[in-house]
């Protein structure tokens, strides 16, 4: 008479749709639909253990078994052909990607790049508190709508129109340029880096992932240009203030399954993107945010505690055509960021809970003239736009984003910019966490969260 685990095994190799999903378990989404798979056949055999443990339990019982039924061993064996396969493409992904760069790598890479000396200006060029507009046609097209047009909030003020005049510019850097900026303390006061993630497969999932999210989550700056979605953690809604993963979505029709996936293809794409800027980027700017993360301890982008492990070693997946690449154990994005799309903003400062934020511009398909250049006001400089492209700047120093060229009731702009960006409000852990330890009832915070704003304009 067969075993339990010999008669277990047998069912599966007889089992053709088994067989077949067992070939293709290398991914987590193709191990989870395996084990639900193996889930329903271990019924008859009182079998209790679900999930990941089924799976891992059922190939040692493989690994044990002498013999294996025939179907099994060819599919166990095509199974670790694949997975041969896709560790040497995951390894070669690393090493496109900069993932594994040590910090001699990373200083080799800064060394490359142009160190430019910036000096304050006296007053910021382009004026803070003014739209930009870097043609005449431009400005024609946006005046109307921010003179007149229905306002989003109506206790903000409108903001006027400044038309470029480009040689008054201090620097002006180039779609193809890289750049370091530096002020007459040494300190780094920005970064432009072109060409930032070196694998297109890859900005192009994150891309989709940011299409997709712009296109059903809530945008958060009604009165500007373009649209722009928080992802991650917020201090809940103005009426019920609390730390939660935001609730932004414009349908609530989405299955369990759907929003999982959504919200975890959101993670994983800041996941990427931050993982990469701690490869590149300068000590001093990583260190910035570290030190923010760590004092506050505040929760990572976790897809709402979805993505597996604990506290900000998590796991995090990258999915390029046919290939899902797990991160295992990797470091999480901060808690909140923002994709958007064709947006811009006049001439501001903001506050936040670290000193330098920073953008990942992910496709970009218009020229100079299409606008959306980002612009260093307090210095007077202007970064042109451009696909695949980080920008890191100091929020609290005047800054912002030209406007586009097409006109604002325009329902399918001739061209769009897309990216994401590490930005968090003021509010978020210093209200929050005043909250609460209790320092703060719930009518004080919800007040200060309604009457503080992060943004200023003088």
């Not at 930032?196 to 712009?214: L, M, N, Q, T, Y």
């Not at 390029?320 to 400062?349: C, K, M, W």
């Amino acid at each position: 008479m067969l075993s339990q685990h010999t008669q277990f095994l047998k069912d599966v190799s007889d089992d053709r749709e088994a067989v077949h999903l067992l070939q293709r378990a290398t991914s987590v989404a193709g191990k989870d639909m395996f084990a639900t798979h193996l889930e329903n056949l271990a019924v008859k055999f009182n079998i209790t253990s679900r999930g990941s443990d089924l799976f891992r339990m059922f190939l040692s019982w493989c690994h044990a078994a002498k013999p294996l039924p025939i179907n099994l061993e060819a599919a166990m064996q095509a199974r670790a052909h694949t997975e041969m396969q896709k560790r040497a493409t995951k390894r070669a992904f690393i090493r496109r990607t900069n993932l594994d760069w040590k910090h001699s790598n990373r200083d080799a890479f800064l060394a490359t790049i142009p160190i430019i000396s910036v000096k304050a200006l006296k007053t910021p060029f382009p004026p803070v508190g003014h739209h930009i507009a870097v043609s005449p046609s431009i400005a024609k097209k946006w005046h109307h709508h921010l003179a007149f047009g229905k306002q989003a909030d109506k206790r903000k003020r409108r903001r006027p129109i400044h038309l470029l005049n480009s040689s008054k510019l201090i620097a002006d850097i180039a779609p193809t340029d890289s750049a370091i900026l530096k002020n007459e303390k040494g300190d780094i006061i920005g970064m432009v880096i072109r060409n930032f993630c070196p694998d297109e497969g890859a900005v192009a999932w994150a891309d989709s992932v940011a299409k997709r999210a712009i296109s059903i989550r809530k945008n958060i700056r009604m009165e500007d240009s373009g649209s722009l979605v928080q992802i991650g953690y917020s201090a809940g809604s103005r009426s019920s203030p609390k730390f939660d993963w935001v609730k932004n979505l414009l349908s609530n029709t989405h299955s369990e399954n759907t929003l999982a996936e959504i919200n975890d293809d959101d993670s994983s794409v800041f996941a990427f993107a931050w993982q990469q800027l701690r490869s590149l980027l300068p000590a001093p700017i990583i260190d910035d945010f570290d030190v923010y993360l760590n004092d506050t301890k505040i929760k990572r982008m976790d897809a709402n505690g979805h993505l597996p492990s604990s506290q900000s070693q998590r796991s995090y997946s990258v999915k390029i055509l046919d290939n899902e690449f797990d991160f295992h154990h990797a470091e999480l994005a901060p808690p909140t960021g923002v994709f958007g799309q064709n947006y811009s903003r006049p001439i501001h400062f903001e506050t936040q809970p670290h000193k330098y934020a920073a953008s990942w511009t992910l496709s970009r398909d218009t020229g100079v003239a299409g606008g959306m250049h980002f612009y260093f006001a307090k210095y007077g400089i202007r970064v042109q736009g451009a696909p695949n492209t980080v920008i890191v700047w100091i929020p609290t120093e005047a800054h912002g984003t030209c406007l586009p060229n097409y006109h604002p009731t325009n329902n399918e702009p001739p061209f769009s910019q897309r990216g994401l960006a590490f930005v968090t409000s003021n509010r978020l852990p210093s209200i929050w966490q005043a909250y609460v330890n209790g320092c703060l009832t719930r009518t004080q915070a919800l007040h200060k969260i309604t009457h503080r704003s992060d943004e200023r304009y003088r």
